[in-house]
């Protein structure tokens, strides 16, 4: 069984810290911590994610980047915050918010995972 948790953002740091925080209350058999890269992604919130144990997935610059690359928009050359706002532009609503998924179906889903790794990933942990 996976159990998500949101830790609204905030920084990578944030995140990690909020993971190893929520690893301390519950006996999980693993913590993965999903961030943004653009903000607090520093050597030390590496250390203190290994010392917490929590594996990390870092979004490079952003999940927006990603969930783009997944619905075959251009990426390249856009900084974070214009990422987040193509994809708010394209999908009406924050990434976060998850509705535009709804839709997709295992076909997306499947030629996804193909496109970026850190999907890859996330959705094994899913399917688990």
Known sequence: MVTIKNA???GAEYVVDFAIRQ??????D???AMFDTDTAWTER?????ARG????LPCEPCLEALLLQAFDHKTQGLNSQQ???KFLREFGRPAHDGQYLRDAD???????????????VL????KA
Do not use: P, W
């Open 30 to 32: 693993s913590v993965l």
């Open 45 to 49: 919130v590496r250390r203190q994610a």
């Open 8 to 10: 609204r953002g905030k």
């Open 53 to 56: 144990k929590v594996a990390l």
């Open 123 to 126: 959705l094994a942990l899913l």
């Open 106 to 120: 295992a076909a997306f889903f499947e030629q996804a995972r193909r496109k970026a790794k850190e999907l890859d």
């Open 23 to 28: 690893s301390r209350n519950v006996a999980f």
């Open 83 to 85: 990422l987040k706002q």
